[in-house]
């Protein structure tokens, strides 16, 4: 199957890692947590949001559940930062390679650094974006915090 390239990206580092994953294309955009929990048919907590942030080790990728906010005094003290500030979309592509609203949460060789929300390590299968506004993988939380080379953190609000 033909992917679009930075889809192929995704599926790449998936393969590479030795991931068993579903990688799903769906007929609409999924650009919202919301959005992908519907067409996946699974718990908005199960969604993981690729939120980048510029803080002042560069930019950190915090991986939040779909039904919580992130809480930047959180991801600038699990990066080691004094603050920490949504980026841009410029420094969302700048940091991660995709766009906005398709972030996946590898391969980012850009991020200095990669946190995983903790309650995300409660769940069987987690859908993170995976490079387009309609494709999404599923794999285990265990898989995810290993080829994404994350660091378990407490990041919500």
Do not use: Y
């Amino acid at each position: 199957m033909d992917w679009p390239e930075p889809v192929e990206r995704v599926a790449k580092a998936l393969r590479e890692a030795a991931v068993e994953a579903r990688l799903e294309e769906f007929l609409t955009e999924t650009p919202t947590a919301e959005a992908a929990a519907e067409a996946v048919g699974c718990e908005l907590a199960q969604i993981v949001k690729s939120l980048v942030f510029v803080c002042d080790p560069g930019f950190v990728l915090a991986l939040i559940p779909g039904d919580r906010q992130a809480d930047t005094a959180k991801v600038a003290a699990a990066s080691g930062s004094e603050r920490a500030r949504i980026a841009t979309p410029e420094e969302v592509f700048a940091a991660t390679g995709f766009e906005p609203g398709a972030v996946a949460p590898f391969p980012n060789s850009r991020a200095a650094r990669v946190l995983l929300e903790r309650v995300l390590l409660g769940h069987e299968i987690l859908w993170v974006g995976a490079g387009s506004p309609r494709h999404l993988a599923g794999l285990a939380p265990v898989d995810l915090l290993r080829v994404a080379n994350c660091l378990p953190a407490d990041l919500a609000g």
